[in-house]
């Protein structure tokens, strides 16, 4: 096969050159290790070389199938693992049982995984934390780089990363979650790159909500401030169509993005761009920050609508993936204005480029996270 990823990007302050595309681990547990050694190859010919998993996939499974499949070429990829234990003793236990089950002697880069509530910072800042051990690791080269991952809501990972000095930064970037938590795009990242860290992507296609776009999906994904984007597959017909969307890959446009905003049925007349062209409103409600509190909650998935059976079940079960619902209750009591001031006078609804139906949507949020009358 041609080798396609011929141009490559450095990781931040690590300095590693990375391919455009990586691999992901996680999917890596649906299939034998014979086909993820299939897949390695086809991802290694094509020019490739992140690769990363996790302690947590399958308990080392997918870690093991790395292993077998990287046999004799552990030197010709970027291997990164996550950690996902918070104090000192765990984290050496994992990271010892990482290094043993992946066959390698050092990781070129080890995530603090799913940093996603106040407990994890606490922890990961206090006495005898994961970091006390990480750090130490990273002094003996058993660890090179170090960075933090975190889905959702990014408050918890922008604390840490303010707080201590790391390397790489791990987030999803997608046209649905870009508008369910946008600070992460407005502060996080920026923040991230002020102190010239990595930034790896991932979960291009909303944990499989954007199933039904894959080019519109990695297209928008690698248009955005990353680095690499690491993407998931378990055959070799998936892997290959994201090889030829990366190889075909040119940065969107600004109006190609917009008109992707407007046409995406996954969007709909139902998810809030925020734009904000339906403000002001008159009654001084933040409406923008009412659907972000939504996103929040169910990533602005349960719409109250009829769907078919398959779209509902993939609903259900990602709508409340992230676990932000408590956050996104508590910073919608504190609003001082919600659906109960709303006099339903139509104008934001005039003015919303989306058809929106603002208003029914106001009243379903206030239903979600208040304690509105039930819809």
């Not at 066959?103 to 995984?113: E, P, Q």
């Not at 303010?162 to 369910?180: E, P, S």
């Not at 991932?202 to 909500?209: I, S, T």
């Not at 008109?259 to 009654?283: D, F, H, I, M």
Request: hydrophobic share 35%; charged share 25%.
């Amino acid at each position: 096969m041609e080798v396609i990823f011929t141009k490559k990007k450095i990781l931040g302050k690590t300095g590693f050159e990375v391919s455009l595309l990586g691999l992901g681990g996680f999917h890596m547990l649906e299939i034998s290790k014979d086909d993820v050694s299939k897949l390695m190859d086809i991802y290694i010919m094509s020019g490739g070389n992140y690769v990363e998993t996790a302690a947590e996939y399958g308990d080392g499974e997918s870690e093991n199938k790395i292993a077998y499949a990287l046999k004799h070429r552990r030197n010709q990829v970027i291997l990164a693992s996550k950690c996902h234990a918070r104090d000192k003793k765990n984290a050496q236990y994992f990271v010892e049982r990482t290094l043993k089950n992946l066959n390698t002697d050092h990781l070129d880069i080890l995530f603090l995984h799913h940093v996603t509530t106040e407990e994890d910072v606490e922890a990961l800042l206090g006495n005898d934390s994961a970091l006390d051990y990480l750090f130490q690791a990273k002094k003996e080269g058993i660890i090179r780089a170090l960075g933090v991952s975190f889905h959702g809501l990014g408050n918890y990972a922008l604390k840490l990363i303010k707080t201590v000095d790391l390397d790489v930064l791990m987030t999803g970037f997608n046209y649905l979650d870009i508008f369910n938590f946008p600070s992460t795009y407005q502060e996080v990242i920026p923040f991230a790159r002020s102190k010239n860290m990595g930034i790896v992507g991932m979960k291009a296609f909303a944990d499989g909500y954007l199933y039904r776009s894959t080019y519109d999906a990695l297209n928008y994904a690698l248009t955005q401030d990353l680095d690499v984007m690491v993407v998931g597959a378990n055959s070799e017909e998936m892997l290959r169509k994201d090889i030829q969307i990366a190889e075909n890959f040119k940065p969107l446009l600004k109006k190609s993005i917009e008109n992707l905003y407007y046409r995406a049925p996954e969007l709909g007349n139902y998810v809030c761009r925020q734009c904000g062209k339906c403000l002001p409103c008159p009654e001084d409600i933040e409406i923008m920050k009412v659907f972000e509190y939504e996103g929040w909650y169910d990533r602005q998935m349960r719409d109250y609508q009829p769907h078919e059976a398959p779209d509902y079940a993939l609903r259900e079960r990602l709508a409340f993936w992230f676990g932000n619902q408590n956050e996104a209750k508590m910073s919608y009591s504190k609003l001082n204005k919600t659906f109960k001031d709303c006099t339903e006078c139509g104008i934001c609804e005039e003015r919303c480029p989306y058809d929106i139906p603002i208003i029914r949507k106001l009243k379903l949020v206030d239903y979600k996270l208040g304690k509105g009358e039930i819809y």
